[in-house]
């Protein structure tokens, strides 16, 4: 029993910043890898950024350089920083947690992220 529980996000100007967290509750045993997706309207959905339980990370080319993924294994928590946001960005946020023994992947709710030119 897994739940992921997602804050932040909101209305931001274009060159603003944004972070977004992602708490982990329930059974986390043999969780490894974590990310953020997003899908924006009429577009499919796509990995952000993931990060590995030894920290380890990657990143969707549209956002190098931009955002930085992190988590804090104590607090079962991972974060999106989001720097020099873009109107491209705008799209509703996913944090996702997969289970690398039973192979499951689990869910937030997702935010909705706006960036205003």
């Known amino acids: 029993q897994v739940q992921l529980a997602q804050s932040g996000g909101g209305l931001v100007q274009a060159g603003g910043s944004l972070r977004l967290s992602c708490v982990v509750s329930g059974s986390i045993f043999s969780i490894d890898h974590m990310g953020w997706y997003r899908q924006a309207p009429g577009k499919q959905r796509e990995l952000v950024a993931g990060i590995s339980s030894g920290g380890s990370t990657n990143y969707a080319d549209s956002v190098k350089g931009r955002f930085t993924i992190s988590r804090d294994n104590a607090k079962n928590t991972v974060y ?38």
């Open 80 to 117: 999106l920083q989001m720097n020099s946001l873009k109107p491209e960005d705008t799209a509703v946020y996913y944090c996702n947690a997969h289970n690398s023994v039973t192979r499951m992947d689990y869910w937030g709710k997702g935010t909705l992220v706006t960036v205003s030119s």
